[in-house]
């Protein structure tokens, strides 16, 4: 080869492989930024998440609650998904001292919707299956079903009971047991405590698939995972020895830790345990602890046919 050939040759080479050194180092640049990115975005969620947990704890103190609130509002309007829940939350149970106001719980569901928040999703099928229950509006029952699914889409699987119970109930949607029935055991597989719940009330209240041991086995799994509605019934089946063999005083023993923790139903079912089998003093007592219940439901309402016992 030719000196001024050979000479030509060794500058491509040269320029290939600062090329490539350049290439490589401008890869390696891109990487760091990406990874930079990644590392602030992190920080910045965990830095958020820190302050949201601060400002829970604040406004669970009676003496820190509105410094807690004006945290919690800063994060929301800052876009923080579970800080606009939370203030959905307080907007639709009246607990901002500004009373309570769906429209404006609504926005902020939406806002941590907007950024696909199941939680927000289940919140929204809640308060407008509420407020198509209570005004009979189809409307807000087709927008209840389509959270609730989008719920369910997005993994927040206890909305399955829910969503189920369109099927069962035939509601802007074609009745359909068996999809609901194939729903609730899709959530009971994956550990939902309410679909649990659910499928022992088609099982407890369905006459054609009426199955006391069903029933009950689905009650006990619920309420082994802490959920209170199941231990309630779950008491009940004891004590009426329904799927299972009597035993009042365990009936009475899982009511007990609830009623004590200030659960209106169960302190409404304790009362009528204790004056069945005959202690009228602790009967009387749970009574009253129900009726000066501050956060008293609605189940005894007047209709329940036990409610004559104290007559």
């Not at 023993?253 to 659960?263: H, M, V």
């Amino acid at each position: 080869m030719g000196l001024v050939k050979e000479l030509f040759v060794n500058k491509l080479i040269i320029i290939c492989v600062l090329l490539l050194g350049a290439c490589d180092s401008s890869q390696k640049t891109i990487k760091t930024t990406q990874q930079n990115a990644a590392n602030n975005e992190i920080q910045e969620k965990e830095a958020l998440e820190k302050q949201y947990k601060e400002a829970i704890a604040l406004s669970k103190n009676e003496l820190t609650y509105d410094q807690g609130l004006d945290i919690i509002k800063k994060l929301a309007e800052t876009g923080y998904a579970k800080a606009q829940l939370e203030m959905g939350g307080l907007f639709e149970h009246d607990l901002n001292g500004e009373g309570a106001d769906m429209q404006k719980a609504e926005y902020w569901y939406l806002k941590a919707a907007e950024q696909n928040y199941p939680d927000a999703y289940n919140a929204l099928g809640n308060l407008y299956y509420m407020s198509a229950t209570k005004n009979k509006n189809n409307e807000d029952f087709k927008k209840s079903f389509h959270a609730y699914s989008s719920a369910v889409d997005l993994g927040f699987i206890d909305a399955i009971g829910m969503l189920a119970s369109f099927y069962e109930d035939g509601i802007v949607v074609s009745k359909d047991v068996r999809k609901a029935l194939e729903l609730l055991e899709v959530g009971v597989a994956k550990n939902s405590v309410t679909a649990m719940y659910n499928l022992a009330q088609v099982y407890d209240e369905n006459s054609s698939l009426k199955n006391e041991k069903k029933a009950f086995d689905l009650y006990k799994q619920s309420a082994d995972l802490g959920y209170e509605p199941s231990i309630i019934n779950l008491a009940n089946k004891y004590f009426d020895g329904q799927g299972t063999t009597k035993d009042t005083s365990k009936a009475i023993s899982l009511l007990l830790p609830l009623a004590e923790n200030g659960n209106d139903y169960a302190q409404f079912n304790l009362s009528i345990f204790y004056k069945k089998v005959g202690q009228d003093t602790q009967a009387k007592y749970w009574k009253e602890q129900y009726e000066h219940n501050q956060s008293q439901g609605q189940y005894f309402n007047g209709i329940n046919t036990d409610a004559v016992i104290f007559e």
